[in-house]
């Protein structure tokens, strides 16, 4: 059969319409009979449209070359896992088909936009990536700390995620749901949640050299013009972790951990429900083993971090809880203490608030203004205002009890069956005491 162009074609089908039979068209266009009608009957079924050639195998959609079976798992987990992206799907389809072959990422783009399953993304310019700061070079140097913000899930209550994340590495170090429901009288994490957060952390990947983290109260004192350090910021002091702030107003300064935020969300929670806190729990826990072992990232050469950076798997300074005790250094406290200097104003009756501690002074010292400093070698505070002599006080509730908090007190105790945990704060001390070696 002759070779036609779509004008020849064109022409076909307009003598056609005309009343021109078959055999009167090819006449004219110097075409066999059998050219004339094919592409009339074409023309006449379809339309001028239907007269175009069309190359190759016949289109069979995204995906079309792959099993049926690999299109409907994708479909179901798209469904039950609406957060889930492309490069997520091939990694859990790489898990599950282990060595068969699997549609790249850019395929299963492709047949998501096909079946409208993609969701709508703003256009934006990303920040340059300034990479890890001065001194951090290697992993566990520094990790960064924040928490979500709390939201209400189904049969588990309102929680707050708290993520923690090596900067060098880009390891998910945890992800804990922090329960803030019923008799909690804050919506946000305290300074005993982020220790339990922070010595299960510890306790799997070792203590890091510093801890960025933003002016959270819990963090530091942001009602003073001049802060005394928190609790928190103590403890990790004895423990000879440096705490790091962000600049006011700068979340980028802890750019991986707020960028988790949005991981942990659609990784995990988005589109899921959970029967229980411990359901939950245990998602969060074995997500983070994907995240970590299995996710490529693109920082990192589109390599998961712990293959990019197989030595995050060695602690740079061991720890378990049941040495903490011993691990404490108050003398860095002391240093640390040593090198402040607190305005204070004193109160109608001559008292003074330091870190949450009212140290009374005397009744001349009422209104007046005070300036608060430490001394290493007694360690007392001193307190100096004009036209009163000196006062020295002890500096109160900095013992390494009191920096430990509810879990000085399973350093001391005999063995004995754990109440029921009815309340969060009881589940917390349950679990704290758990973390010890031997315990069940």
């Given at each position: 059969?002759?070779?036609?162009?779509?004008?020849?074609r064109?022409?076909i089908?307009?003598?056609?319409?005309?009343?021109?039979?078959?055999r009167?068209?090819?006449a004219?266009l110097?075409l066999?009979?059998?050219?004339?009608?094919?592409?009339?009957?074409?023309?006449?079924?379809?339309?001028?449209?239907?007269?175009?050639?069309?190359?190759?195998?016949?289109?069979?959609?995204?995906?079309?070359?792959?099993?049926?079976?690999?299109?409907?798992?994708?479909?179901?987990w798209?469904?039950?896992?609406?957060?889930?992206?492309?490069?997520?799907?091939?990694?859990?389809?790489?898990?599950r088909?282990?060595?068969c072959?699997?549609?790249?990422?850019?395929?299963?783009?492709?047949?998501?936009?096909?079946?409208?399953?993609?969701?709508?993304?703003?256009?934006?310019?990303?920040?340059?990536?300034?990479?890890?700061?001065?001194?951090?070079?290697?992993?566990?140097?520094?990790?960064?700390?924040?928490?979500?913000?709390?939201?209400?899930?189904p049969a588990?209550?309102?929680?707050?995620?708290?993520?923690?994340?090596?900067?060098?590495?880009?390891?998910?170090?945890?992800?804990?749901?922090?329960?803030?429901?019923?008799?909690?009288?804050?919506?946000?994490p305290?300074?005993?949640?982020y220790?339990?957060?922070?010595?299960?952390?510890?306790?799997?990947?070792?203590?890091?050299?510093?801890?960025?983290?933003?002016?959270?109260?819990?963090?530091?004192?942001?009602?003073?013009?001049?802060?005394?350090p928190?609790?928190?910021?103590?403890?990790l002091?004895?423990?000879?972790?440096?705490?790091?702030?962000?600049?006011?107003?700068?979340?980028t300064?802890?750019?991986?951990?707020?960028?988790?935020?949005?991981?942990?969300d659609?990784?995990?929670?988005?589109?899921?429900?959970?029967?229980?806190?411990?359901?939950?729990?245990?998602?969060?826990?074995?997500?983070?083993?994907v995240?970590?072992?299995?996710?490529?990232?693109?920082?990192?050469?589109?390599?998961?971090?712990?293959?990019a950076?197989?030595?995050?798997?060695?602690?740079?300074?061991?720890?378990?809880?049941?040495?903490?005790?011993?691990?404490l250094?108050?003398?860095?406290?002391?240093?640390?203490?040593?090198?402040?200097?607190?305005?204070?104003?004193?109160?109608?009756?001559?008292?003074?608030?330091?870190?949450?501690t009212?140290?009374?002074l005397?009744?001349?010292?009422?209104?007046?203004?005070?300036?608060?400093?430490?001394?290493?070698?007694?360690?007392?505070?001193?307190?100096?205002?004009?036209?009163?002599?000196?006062?020295?006080?002890?500096?109160?509730?900095?013992?390494?009890?009191?920096?430990?908090g509810?879990?000085?007190?399973?350093?001391?105790?005999?063995?004995?069956?754990?109440?029921?945990?009815?309340?969060?704060?009881?589940?917390?001390?349950?679990?704290?005491?758990?973390?010890a070696?031997?315990t069940?």
């Amino acid at each position: 059969m002759t070779a036609t162009s779509l004008q020849v074609r064109l022409m076909i089908l307009e003598l056609a319409q005309s009343g021109c039979s078959d055999r009167q068209t090819a006449a004219r266009l110097h075409l066999s009979p059998f050219t004339a009608r094919k592409w009339r009957r074409k023309g006449q079924g379809g339309g001028p449209s239907a007269l175009g050639s069309v190359l190759g195998r016949p289109t069979q959609g995204a995906l079309g070359s792959f099993a049926p079976e690999v299109v409907a798992q994708l479909r179901q987990w798209r469904q039950e896992h609406p957060g889930w992206g492309p490069l997520t799907l091939r990694t859990e389809l790489e898990r599950r088909y282990g060595e068969c072959p699997v549609p790249s990422t850019a395929s299963i783009t492709r047949w998501l936009r096909q079946e409208g399953l993609t969701r709508r993304y703003e256009r934006h310019q990303p920040l340059p990536d300034s990479g890890p700061p001065p001194g951090a070079s290697a992993c566990h140097e520094e990790w960064e700390m924040d928490a979500r913000g709390y939201e209400r899930i189904p049969a588990v209550g309102v929680v707050a995620l708290i993520a923690v994340n090596d900067v060098v590495s880009r390891a998910k170090i945890a992800c804990y749901p922090c329960e803030l429901g019923a008799g909690r009288a804050s919506r946000h994490p305290t300074t005993e949640d982020y220790q339990l957060v922070l010595r299960l952390a510890f306790a799997e990947w070792g203590l890091p050299d510093r801890l960025a983290v933003d002016h959270d109260s819990v963090f530091y004192d942001n009602r003073s013009k001049s802060p005394f350090p928190t609790r928190l910021h103590l403890w990790l002091l004895a423990l000879r972790v440096a705490l790091t702030f962000g600049r006011f107003g700068r979340p980028t300064d802890q750019a991986i951990t707020e960028r988790s935020h949005q991981t942990w969300d659609r990784q995990v929670l988005r589109g899921q429900t959970f029967a229980s806190r411990e359901a939950l729990m245990q998602a969060l826990t074995e997500r983070r083993h994907v995240l970590n072992e299995r996710l490529p990232c693109a920082p990192l050469g589109a390599l998961p971090p712990l293959v990019a950076h197989p030595e995050a798997r060695t602690p740079r300074r061991p720890y378990r809880p049941e040495w903490e005790v011993n691990l404490l250094d108050m003398g860095a406290v002391y240093r640390y203490l040593a090198h402040g200097r607190w305005f204070r104003k004193a109160s109608n009756v001559g008292a003074v608030s330091l870190g949450g501690t009212v140290y009374p002074l005397a009744h001349g010292w009422r209104r007046a203004e005070v300036i608060v400093t430490f001394d290493p070698e007694d360690q007392q505070l001193l307190f100096d205002t004009a036209g009163q002599e000196n006062i020295r006080l002890p500096l109160r509730h900095l013992s390494p009890q009191d920096l430990m908090g509810d879990f000085a007190a399973c350093h001391h105790l005999a063995p004995f069956q754990l109440a029921l945990p009815v309340s969060w704060q009881e589940w917390r001390a349950n679990f704290t005491s758990c973390l010890a070696c031997g315990t069940t």
